[in-house]
């Protein structure tokens, strides 16, 4: 049934106007590539990942810099207004109340992304159920190559280590991404502990704070 759905997907390359979208918001130009991202609603078992992707593409100048991020929510304009503003998103929020945006792009399964470049479909969410990350990945190495791709999401790690660490800290781990795994040297164990005291100090969400925890527990011995 899945594989059924997924051939009723729109082909790649499909212009936003042969969508029929091409007065919708997502018709906007930008010289950015364009992610959009279709939620079932505001409520319910998908709002986690409506949080995730809104702090997300709202919170990170790597993203910010690099891309165009729009939500599209298939739920009712006041109820995505008031949850836009109660959270303070800073990313583009569409409500499609009636669905029109979400049947044009066959999401048959929420969240689902879509990559557009000039106009044109260039990328498509295939599996239900992968992360963030890997929709960042899998879109930018589409669009600007996998070595970009990897360069960025590496850019945006460091840019969290930063804000949950401070610079200082930042800078003292910046070659830890690249080490091989070493628990047993005393620097390395003085120096996860600090890290690990800033995290849990830093008022960042719990998402976040876990992307971090398990940066550090890979790298380093607690």
Request: proline share 3%; glycine share 10%; aromatic share 8%.
């Amino acid at each position: 049934q899945f594989q059924k759905a997924l051939a009723n997907d729109p082909p790649v390359g499909t212009s936003l106007e042969r969508l029929g979208l091409d007065h919708s918001p997502l018709a906007t130009r930008h010289s950015l590539p364009l992610l959009v991202v279709v939620f079932g609603g505001c409520e319910g078992c998908g709002a986690q990942r409506l949080r995730e992707w809104a702090e997300v593409l709202s919170n990170w100048e790597t993203w910010r810099k690099h891309l165009k991020g729009v939500l599209v929510i298939q739920d009712k304009e006041e109820k995505v207004q008031e949850a836009v503003k109660r959270n303070g998103w800073e990313v583009t929020v569409i409500a499609d109340e009636g669905g029109k945006i979400g049947k044009k792009l066959n999401a048959f399964f929420t969240p689902r992304a879509y990559g557009f470049e000039g106009g044109r479909l260039v990328w498509v969410q295939k599996r239900a159920s992968i992360g963030v990350v890997e929709v960042l990945e899998s879109f930018l190495g589409q669009v600007k190559g996998n070595e970009k791709a990897k360069e960025l999401v590496n850019a945006w790690s460091a840019e969290m280590r930063e804000k949950v660490w401070g610079k200082e800290m930042a800078e003292l781990t910046k070659g830890m991404v690249d080490l091989p795994y070493s628990p047993s040297t005393q620097r390395t164990q003085s120096l996860s502990r600090k890290l690990f005291a800033r995290l849990m100090r830093n008022n960042l969400s719990i998402w976040h704070q876990t992307c971090m925890l398990v940066w550090l527990a890979g790298r380093c011995s607690l």
